[in-house]
């Protein structure tokens, strides 16, 4: 499910005056539920980890206008859509540096090829070195060192040609 079906169904929510709705695709859980005055959404989403890593659920309760983060998200898809997104294999704190007096992994604008090392994400105190799945040139870092990343967060733009 994109982020422009979850808007869709948000608003015809809002609209439609019912008070509950719940929805389950594939691995995703979505319950919206309205107030009857102001009519406001409270959005609650589930999302269950891959089977292969050994962390638990992730449960995030969405603010009283998730609908303005989800807006603010779309354009870097859109445009994004000539480069390859690099995203995170797990939920952890995400490293530009090996060590803080070492230099970063990579720049932007920096060549990379398959294989090299693009950051470290670190999870229960164990480092993991996420590396390039592609060759290409870095356009885009798109999060902040020493900032905590979900499962599948993007984290570089790369331009493949």
Known sequence: MDLKEIQNLIKFVSNSGVAEVKLETGDIKITIRTTLEGNTPDITY?????????????????????????????????????????????????????????????????????????CVVEAMKLFNEIEAEISGKIVKILVDDMSPVEFDQPLFLVDPS
């Open 46 to 118: 589930l999302q269950q980890a891959p089977v292969q890593q050994a962390m638990p659920q992730a449960i995030q309760a969405a603010p009283a206008a998730p609908v303005a983060t989800v807006e603010a998200t779309a354009p870097v898809v859109e445009e994004s859509s000539k480069y390859v997104t690099i995203k995170s294999p797990m939920i952890g704190t995400f490293y530009r540096k090996p060590s803080p007096d070492k230099p970063s992994f990579i720049e932007v604008g920096s060549s990379i090829t398959k294989g090299d090392v693009l």
